[in-house]
């Protein structure tokens, strides 16, 4: 959807106060949008470098790492990372062709009915409650929590649309143990970030977000689930120590997470394997109401992929800053200073990102559906020199229902049937000293950002 892409990075780069020819990097995701279309429906300059990420969920957050390594190389100095996609005709299930072990599939899975990603993921969960005593219950309270937290964002794709138990309850099943809100929505959509080297110091006194470290790794196994030792040990688990030890932080200084929550379960799998709980003990912190909004970890206070919308990821980035900078009118976590966003794609990719808020977050006008944050700035812990960068995102989504919906990140602009809203964001990444600085809308500093 290039129409809906080049609205993105328009809102991205103004929100960034730049130009289409700033432009002199490109990380394009998902494999719908590319850089060629940006040049011809945009104008931006043909000898940009370029580098398209691994497909999946997994790449909204490695996306952004690809982009600070082409900056921090001296390749470029203003990186776009862009991502559309028509998800009413390209549905997730369409990438199972092209997944990695494409024999296995053919041979040993489909012929038994096991042929997309629900049923993969369903497996997961069921041996997750075989093992650990794992219920039912705890993935309907991650339903219900992201629904409620979706109703304090009026860019949510279900904002209004409050989900009950008996609603849940009456869901169809999906595959065992998944009904219908186990699973996430699919949005028509596009997403625009904003990277650009940011010179030294805080040129305005804007809030500085710090992207203090992030990391992306895979599972043994990377190509095929059934023949892994231990199907919980996902790629988030190397990713999340590396991160903590770039950072010189632990799971307990963490004040509000994103989670990749492509299925209920998911998110427990995720919370256990980041390191917030041990083993079999995220449907004990669940239930308890330990990822709501005044628990000890909110999570996805935007109501995540499963009420806000699905941009591969890349909103749960937004929305951190957002919360860093104090800027979640309505669903602030109070006192936000480090947050979390996950990945996870494949048969357990993961990466993870950890961002930190430096100063006073100032709010911007705030819209029921008109977002437009200001510039953010982090700052990591790598190097003593004082490169840096800046970033700035916007999106684009159309909305629908579950199948076809929109989400949105820390600023989306909603087409279609739905009211349309737009966003920016920018944020940029600065290292001076022991840290690293980004700006608004998505800042990051990925494995270069470490004490």
């Given at each position: 959807?290039?129409?809906?892409?080049?609205?993105?990075?328009?809102?991205?780069?103004?929100?960034?106060?730049?130009?289409?020819?700033?432009?002199?990097?490109?990380?394009?995701?998902?494999?719908?949008?590319?850089?060629?279309d940006l040049m011809s429906n945009l104008g931006v300059r043909t000898d940009v470098i370029d580098a398209l990420p691994a497909p999946g969920g997994n790449s909204g957050v490695s996306s952004?790492?690809?982009?600070?390594?082409?900056?921090?190389?001296?390749?470029?100095?203003?990186?776009?990372?862009?991502?559309?996609?028509?998800?009413?005709?390209?549905?997730?299930?369409?990438?199972?062709?092209?997944?990695?072990?494409?024999?296995?599939?053919?041979?040993?899975?489909?012929?038994?009915?096991?042929?997309?990603?629900?049923?993969?993921?369903?497996?997961?969960?069921?041996?997750?409650?075989?093992?650990?005593?794992?219920?039912?219950?705890?993935?309907?309270?991650?339903?219900?929590?992201?629904?409620?937290?979706?109703?304090?964002?009026?860019?949510?794709?279900?904002?209004?649309?409050?989900?009950?138990?008996?609603?849940?309850?009456?869901?169809?099943?999906?595959?065992?143990?998944?009904?219908?809100?186990?699973?996430?929505?699919?949005?028509?959509?596009?997403?625009?970030?904003?990277?650009?080297?940011?010179?030294?110091?805080?040129?305005?006194?804007?809030?500085?977000?710090?992207?203090?470290?992030?990391?992306?790794?895979?599972?043994?196994?990377?190509?095929?689930?059934?023949?892994?030792?231990?199907?919980?040990?996902?790629?988030?688990?190397?990713?999340?120590?590396?991160?903590?030890?770039?950072?010189?932080?632990?799971?307990?200084?963490?004040?509000?997470?994103?989670?990749?929550?492509?299925?209920?379960?998911?998110?427990?799998?995720?919370?256990e394997e980041a390191g917030f709980c041990e083993r079999g003990e995220s449907d004990k912190l669940v239930r308890s109401g330990g990822i709501a909004l005044g628990g000890p970890l909110?999570?996805?206070?935007?109501?995540?992929?499963?009420?806000?919308?699905?941009?591969?990821?890349?909103?749960?980035?937004?929305?951190?800053?957002?919360?860093?900078?104090?800027?979640?009118?309505?669903?602030?976590?109070?006192?936000?200073?480090?947050?979390?966003?996950?990945?996870?794609?494949?048969?357990?990719?993961?990466?993870?990102?950890?961002?930190?808020?430096?100063?006073?977050?100032?709010?911007?006008?705030?819209?029921?559906?008109?977002?437009?944050?200001?510039?953010?700035?982090?700052?990591?812990?790598?190097?003593?020199?004082?490169?840096?960068?800046?970033?700035?995102?916007?999106?684009?989504?159309?909305?629908?229902?579950?199948?076809?919906?929109?989400?949105?990140?820390?600023?989306?602009?909603?087409?279609?049937?739905?009211?349309?809203?737009?966003?920016?964001?920018?944020?940029?990444?600065?290292?001076?000293?022991?840290?690293?600085?980004?700006?608004?809308?998505?800042?990051?500093?990925?494995?270069?950002?470490?004490?």
């Open positions: 959807m290039p129409g809906l892409a080049i609205d993105a990075v328009r809102a991205a780069l103004a929100d960034a106060g730049l130009g289409v020819a700033d432009i002199d990097g490109i990380v394009p995701v998902g494999g719908y949008i590319f850089s060629d952004l790492g690809i982009a600070e390594m082409m900056i921090l190389s001296g390749r470029a100095r203003t990186v776009l990372v862009v991502m559309s996609r028509k998800a009413s005709v390209n549905r997730i299930v369409s990438r199972v062709p092209s997944l990695p072990g494409p024999q296995f599939r053919t041979f040993l899975e489909q012929p038994h009915g096991w042929a997309a990603p629900v049923q993969w993921y369903s497996m997961i969960a069921r041996r997750h409650m075989i093992e650990y005593g794992t219920s039912k219950a705890a993935m309907a309270e991650v339903a219900l929590t992201m629904r409620a937290h979706a109703q304090l964002n009026p860019n949510a794709v279900m904002h209004g649309k409050p989900l009950t138990q008996a609603e849940y309850d009456a869901g169809p099943m999906i595959s065992d143990p998944y009904q219908l809100h186990d699973c996430c929505l699919e949005t028509d959509g596009a997403v625009a970030l904003v990277l650009r080297l940011s010179p030294r110091g805080n040129p305005g006194g804007r809030t500085q977000v710090a992207l203090e470290a992030v990391a992306s790794s895979r599972p043994s196994s990377p190509e095929d689930l059934t023949n892994r030792l231990d199907w919980f040990d996902i790629g988030l688990r190397s990713a999340a120590r590396a991160c903590y030890e770039r950072a010189g932080i632990d799971p307990t200084d963490v004040d509000v997470a994103m989670i990749y929550d492509c299925f209920t379960f998911e998110v427990l799998h995720q919370l909110p999570v996805n206070p935007h109501g995540g992929l499963l009420s806000e919308g699905h941009l591969m990821g890349l909103s749960h980035v937004v929305e951190a800053v957002r919360q860093l900078r104090h800027e979640a009118s309505g669903r602030q976590v109070r006192g936000a200073r480090i947050a979390v966003v996950t990945g996870w794609g494949d048969w357990g990719d993961g990466s993870m990102a950890l961002l930190r808020g430096r100063l006073a977050c100032v709010p911007i006008g705030t819209t029921s559906r008109h977002w437009r944050p200001n510039c953010f700035r982090s700052s990591g812990r790598p190097a003593r020199e004082t490169s840096g960068c800046r970033a700035a995102c916007g999106a684009t989504v159309s909305s629908g229902h579950r199948g076809r919906c929109a989400g949105t990140a820390a600023s989306t602009r909603w087409a279609g049937p739905a009211s349309r809203a737009e966003a920016a964001c920018t944020r940029g990444l600065q290292r001076t000293g022991r840290s690293r600085k980004i700006s608004p809308g998505i800042r990051r500093t990925p494995l270069l950002s470490s004490r």
